[in-house]
């Protein structure tokens, strides 16, 4: 019985200002260099300890394969044409490579809107009713970037 993959979505949330230098590097070395930027990993150890270190400035969680497609298809770039200008088959080709072989066949970082209704609160965690940290509900959050 294989094991199903999980893919981990990270949003920035929070811009620079009086932010530790580990932090930034961190940050960097993700892809997310300014707010509203996503990313989009599978899930390992060092994927989780990144995540630890960065928590108070982005939002993160698991998405389906479903909602990957429709981020690839919507937001997705190859080179400088968009994948919606490419077609579906290659959107499918694309996000099987990834998924199978952990190629990356597409930009890395997803440049979105922010969420419609906005964020609740950016300096709270997510459990107290703000967007930081870990979430249940992160493909909700994408849709609404999209």
């Not at 580990?22 to 260099?33: D, V």
């Not at 698991?62 to 290659?90: H, N, Q």
């Not at 493909?139 to 609404?144: H, L, N």
Request: net charge positive.
């Amino acid at each position: 019985m294989a094991e199903e993959l999980k893919l981990i979505a990270v949003a920035r949330v929070r811009g620079v200002r009086n932010m530790k230098p580990k932090i930034r590097h961190t940050l960097h070395l993700m892809g997310l260099n300014k707010p509203n930027h996503l990313v989009v990993f599978k899930d390992s150890p060092s994927i989780r300890g990144m995540l630890n270190i960065v928590k108070d400035y982005v939002t993160f969680g698991f998405i389906d394969e479903d909602t990957l497609k429709a981020l690839v298809k919507k937001r997705g770039y190859r080179g400088r044409k968009r994948f919606s200008e490419l077609g579906d088959k290659s959107v499918d080709e694309a996000v099987k490579a990834f998924l199978e072989k952990g190629e990356r066949l597409f930009e890395r970082v997803f440049r979105l809107h922010p969420p419609r209704k906005g964020w609740k609160d950016v300096k709270k965690s997510y459990r107290a009713g703000g967007a930081l940290g870990e979430r249940p509900d992160m493909v909700d959050v994408v849709r609404r970037m999209m």
